[in-house]
């Protein structure tokens, strides 16, 4: 008995050091970085996630097969910490229990059947990690993105933690020590095979099986502190300081442009250019990435030939922060040394600028990992600090900066949609009429491109016939400020959203219809930061509650098959996913067919991210793979509800030469075809009032 305690404890006592201060290095090393604000408000819902993101394992089912394999191991370890504490208990005393529930025989069946499910699940890991080898898919690997044993060693490690307490289990069973009765099928169905062997060998296995069961788990502790699979004691900290109720619709910082982090008397950083840069919360995200590659799968770049890969960005900063760590720790940059940036030394140049922002990785990141703020964070000191961005986006940002517009076609284009309406919009000089209930924010696309124009004029001539009341800003709307601030220039961002937010501010602007997810996400999520507080209302949401309140009752008029394309900014990133497909539902004579890609997994149109002023000439256009999915239904309509996707898409129809058998048409275009009678005029519903402080267009 004396040698069971020294070994076992003794070999714990040394494993537990070692990993004690690898963990300790860890956590200094992480806490240096950056303030994350808020990172524990609202424990209610932080709770709710560690029980269905990390205990329920949500995302993880996402991906069935390995999904519940993965399910079963984590549920494994979790109820055979039991069989642990009864492990180190056995060191002392052989027919230990734990007290009140060790002889339950409910609590034998238990362990048992997640020691053989736990089983059951390494052999579903081997055969997706033969037949996903990395080597053998190289961009089309999946499941595990290490090309080391280290994936196939824990496997190994995972499996000796259950045979060997299966072993002393069994064992227990044959020298009377085994406190739990039959119920505990496997364990009494091994000590069948081994009764044979007699008690005093029995005995001897039973020692040496616990022995190596101990071993084994205080092993794989310190193997798990050096290895990707840190993430089983990461993870759950990481779900919990996420940002709630999700990431994704704001980013995760508004700097403040005069006040940034300064770090001595003549340098002011913006943006992230060194791992230091980063706030402690994107360390964590490094620190706790699985290398699953679920992000990798569905990220629209990869998808089509770019070189970007979330996983590997977040895998290559982590790198970068073990190997900074010293300098991380002592702080020698302050000294004068001199470091490399990021980008290109770390993240080229070509991955940083191939992002859409959709949010598609961090949508199906295991681990909430926030991919997108990391690499907008990187973007704002390319272009902020080193003024260092694709050429071409130099034309969108002076044109931002001085018409207020993407385009550069000044304020004067902003009411040349109205020309094709029969009826007269209010536009607003001063302040807003008081019978006037929602400001209308056309946005950039809707006002100025000819093909997004359809969609916003259609969206007015729905809004009247419902009896809406609305007015326009024309002249005086200027850019959100979205485009530019995921390109990274977030000064240009905030100087734009302060311009808007005094206009709308001044006008007495309550409630706002936005039809651009981009204006939508930018009014509703990222300008109250900044002191703008609007209600903000998509078109989309806007048309089903009318459709729904019987204010608008679509008609016959269209007939055919619609398939539906989710804009991230929509879908993803503020979860408008029902409300368009019901208006849909709505059309008597509409089929709604889906994409393979749809909803959560819905596939980026290509211009997020501000990549719609961007050359796209490494692998296929994402808006081509797209659109092919779109074709590949054999629908009649392509239905949107964002100006940008309809531009992208329309774009590859053409190309694609299906122009004359597929149309792309905004969600309000497809309601209005379906109308029987013409609308636009006086009649259904009485157009919107004017007053002194509003002239028509």
């Known amino acids: ?59 993880l089912f996402k991906w069935t ?96 933690v259950i045979v060997s307490l299966l072993l002393y289990r069994a064992a227990q069973v044959n020298t009377g020590n085994f406190p739990y009765s039959n119920w505990a099928f496997a364990s009494h169905l091994i000590a069948h095979w081994l009764h044979p062997l007699g008690t005093g060998v029995n005995s001897v296995i039973e020692t040496t099986a616990l022995i190596v069961n101990v071993a084994v788990i205080a092993g794989f502790l310190v193997f798990v502190s050096y290895s990707k699979h840190l993430h089983i004691f990461m993870a759950p900290i990481n779900v919990a300081t ?43 995200d490094m620190a706790t990435c699985t290398e699953c590659g679920r992000c990798q799968s569905q990220c629209p770049a990869w998808n089509t030939g770019k070189p970007l890969s979330p996983k590997l960005v977040i895998m290559g900063l982590r790198d970068n922060l073990f190997a900074s760590a010293s300098r991380v720790l002592e702080r020698d940059r302050a000294a004068g040394v001199e470091v490399d940036t990021l980008v290109p030394s770390v993240i080229d140049p070509d991955v940083l600028w191939s992002c859409t922002t959709c949010g598609a990785c961090v949508e199906q990141c295991p681990v909430d990992i926030e991919h997108v703020d990391t690499i907008v964070d990187m973007r704002r000191y390319e272009v902020l600090m080193e003024s260092r961005f694709p050429t071409e986006a130099g034309l969108m940002l002076r044109n931002v900066e001085n018409q207020g517009d993407p385009w550069g076609l000044g304020a004067a284009k902003r009411t040349d949609w109205t020309d094709a309406l029969d ?54 709307e200027s850019c959100t400020g979205d485009p530019v601030r995921r390109l990274g220039n977030e000064y240009l961002f905030q100087e734009q959203a302060r311009a808007n937010i005094e206009t709308l501010e001044s006008a007495g602007v309550k409630k706002v219809i936005a039809s651009c997810p981009h204006c939508f996400n930018t009014l509703a999520n990222e300008y109250p930061s900044l002191g703008g507080n609007f209600e903000v209302i998509h078109h989309s949401q806007l048309l089903e509650h009318l ?31 029902d409300e368009p497909r019901s208006v849909i539902d709505a059309i008597p004579g509409a089929t709604q067919v889906e994409m393979a890609r749809h909803r959560e997994k819905g596939f980026c149109c290509g211009a997020g991210g501000a990549r719609m002023w961007l050359e796209e000439n490494i692998g296929t256009r994402v808006n081509m793979e797209r659109t092919r999915e779109a074709l590949g239904t054999g629908a009649d309509v392509v239905s949107t509800a964002c100006p940008y996707c309809m ?51």
């Not at 209930?437 to 016939?465: F, H, I, N, P």
């Open 242 to 284: 996420s940002r709630r109720p999700r990431a994704l619709g704001a980013l995760a910082s508004t700097p403040d442009m005069s006040m940034e982090d300064v770090r001595d008397e003549d340098e002011v950083v913006f943006g992230a250019g060194r791992i230091e840069d980063f706030s402690w919360k994107q360390l964590l």
């Open 65 to 160: 097969v390995p999904g519940l394999a993965h399910a079963f191991t984590f549920w494994g370890f979790t109820i055979l910490i039991l069989t642990i504490i009864e492990a180190y208990g056995d060191l002392f005393q052989r027919d230990f229990h734990i007290p009140g529930i060790g002889t339950w025989s409910f609590i034998g069946l238990v362990e048992d059947f997640f020691a053989v499910a736990v089983l059951a699940a390494l052999v579903v890991f081997t055969i997706i990690r033969v037949k996903h080898a990395p080597s053998r898919e190289e961009r089309k690997s999946r499941f595990f993105g290490s090309h080391n044993e280290a994936a196939a060693l824990v496997l190994v490690l995972i499996g000796a």
């Open 647 to 697: 531009i992208m898409i329309d774009d590859a129809v053409k190309a694609n030469q299906k122009e004359d058998e597929v149309r792309v048409l905004d969600l309000a275009q497809l309601v209005e075809e379906s109308l029987a009678e013409p609308v636009g005029a006086a009649g259904a519903g009485s157009a919107p009032a004017g007053g002194e402080d509003a002239a028509p267009a």
């Open 423 to 476: 009826f007269e919009i209010p536009v607003v000089k001063g302040a807003i009429p008081d019978d006037v209930e929602y400001l209308y924010w056309v946005g950039c696309a809707g006002a100025l491109d000819e093909r997004a124009r359809k969609g916003t004029q259609a969206t007015a001539r729905m809004l009247r016939r419902a009896g809406v009341t609305f007015a326009i800003l024309g002249p005086k």
């Open 547 to 577: 459709v729904s309140t019987g204010r608008i009752t679509p008609g016959t008029g269209y007939t055919g098959t619609v398939t539906y394309h989710d804009p991230c900014y929509l879908g993803r990133h503020n979860r408008v996913f």
């Open 1 to 59: 008995m004396p040698i069971r305690i020294a070994l076992g404890m003794g070999i714990t006592v040394v494993m537990f050091a070692i990993a004690g201060r690898r963990f300790y290095w860890l956590f200094r090393l992480i806490s240096s970085g950056q303030p994350a604000p808020d990172r524990f408000k609202g424990m209610g819902q932080r709770i709710k996630a560690e029980i269905v993101e990390v205990g329920g394992q949500r995302k």
